[in-house]
């Protein structure tokens, strides 16, 4: 499974941004899809988690209320909806896809990330 991330950029704070991560050379409907990020000089940090049908979803605290989660099996896409951007977001977001879980170790395969900065 390729999983490539796209969508991040600049933006203000207080401002949206829509990831998307598209999956290549396996269908992706049968694993959990999730969002991690990294900020500079900081640990990896869990996002959010969407399970293999779309029905069930977890998030971080951090962004609970902010942040949706989805996917579209029939186009092998997950999405990441961000509104209400705050200066701590800024990190570079990765898409993951594995089993249902909010630990980094439960994910098999892992796109390159994209960089999300929010600025004052």
Known sequence: VQLQASGGGLVQ???SLRLSCAASGH???SYAMAWF????????EFVAVVSGTGRSTYYADSV???FTISRDNAKNTV???MNSLELP???VYH???GHYSHISRQYD????GTQVTVSS
């Open 95 to 97: 898409c993951a896809a």
């Open 37 to 44: 990020r990294r900020a500079s000089g900081k640990e990896r």
């Open 13 to 15: 704070a207080g401002g």
């Open 64 to 66: 609970k209320g902010r």
């Open 109 to 112: 395969y892992w796109g390159l």
């Open 89 to 91: 977001d800024t990190a």
């Open 79 to 81: 999405y990441l909806q």
């Open 27 to 29: 269908t992706v409907g």
